[in-house]
């Protein structure tokens, strides 16, 4: 085996991770697989003989890859577009399983961060590289990659609004209500509805094209029953310090429903679509 093949076997033994790696900087699989080809190109035209540690080796090129992509899509402010690629494997499925992994909530606050507070936190929390080689790749001291970590993951964790026991119990009536909505069972969303519950939506949210209010426990489970697919890409998040749904297609937040759980039942469910208020929300993760 010469040089290029045996480099090239050790590339593709390491390809799932480094994706892996790369889609939680990116969040776009189709992103992820070109950074994890782009940094083969700068790996292959090196002197990988040299190289003690080829794993961490092949991170720091990745992870530099990635940061550059970041910036630049910020610089663009450009979203990414996800397309299915035949000869790699990208598409739905694949997007769908690794959102799974990573957390549909957490993809929603990543793509809140700066590229490097984003790569710092990736690089760290998950793939626990020490501060000083994160240092290295984006351009910081040991010491400000440490910080950047660390305010990355305060927005992780975000801020409860109420006391523990309180939000422990509405993430229970949260966490049934979505998974009555998956299941499509109606009996079971009534049991964590107020028989005077309502349901609002914005034009996005609406099957109408404008603002809608249904009011009645029995209409407000029937319309959740009714989105029993769009509840399976959906998951529980702390929003605004207090529990509610982010329906997360594609890894982009593009709908938000917030609970107003008062007594151990929900009496108010809000949907929102529209973009500005999407992003004057703070989304965080349960820990």
């Avoid at 910080?147 to 609004?161: D, I, M, N, W, Y």
């Avoid at 966490?175 to 964590?192: H, I, N, P, Q, T």
Wanted: glycine share 8%.
């Amino acid at each position: 085996m010469d040089e290029h093949d045996w480099l090239a076997d050790r590339y593709e033994t390491s390809r799932p991770r480094l994706r892996a790696m790369a889609y939680r900087m990116l969040g776009s699989l189709s992103d992820a697989e070109d950074a994890v080809q782009e940094a083969w190109i700068h790996a292959v035209g090196a002197d990988a003989e040299s190289v003690d540690n080829l794993e961490g080796w092949f991170t720091t090129i990745v992870a530099r890859v990635c940061l550059d992509m970041l910036r630049s899509r910020k610089s663009r402010r450009e979203e990414p577009l996800e397309v299915e690629d035949a000869a790699t494997g990208s598409g739905p499925e694949q997007e769908a399983v690794l959102a799974d992994s990573v957390g549909l909530a957490l993809l929603v606050v990543l793509d809140t961060m700066a590229p490097a507070e984003r790569v710092a936190f990736v690089l760290h929390d998950t793939f626990g590289l020490p501060f000083d080689e994160i240092a290295a790749i984006t351009g910081r001291t040991p010491a400000a990659a440490r910080q950047l970590a660390s305010r990355a993951r305060r927005r992780v964790r975000g801020a409860p609004a109420v006391p523990e026991a309180r939000l422990a119990r509405q993430r229970e009536v949260a966490e049934a209500f979505l998974a009555a909505s998956r299941g499509g069972d109606l009996g079971a969303l009534l049991a964590v509805l107020d028989p005077d519950a309502e349901f609002h939506a914005d034009a996005g949210a609406s099957l109408t094209g404008a603002p809608t209010t249904v009011r009645g426990a029995m209409a407000v489970a029937g319309g959740a029953r009714a989105s029993s697919g769009r509840a399976r890409q959906s998951e529980v998040a702390l929003i605004n310090g207090t529990p509610g749904l982010v329906w997360v297609p594609g890894g982009r937040l593009s709908l938000v429903l917030l609970f107003t759980i008062p007594d151990g039942l929900i009496t108010r469910v809000e949907a929102i679509t529209d973009p500005e208020r999407l992003a004057e929300l703070e989304i965080a993760v349960w820990s």
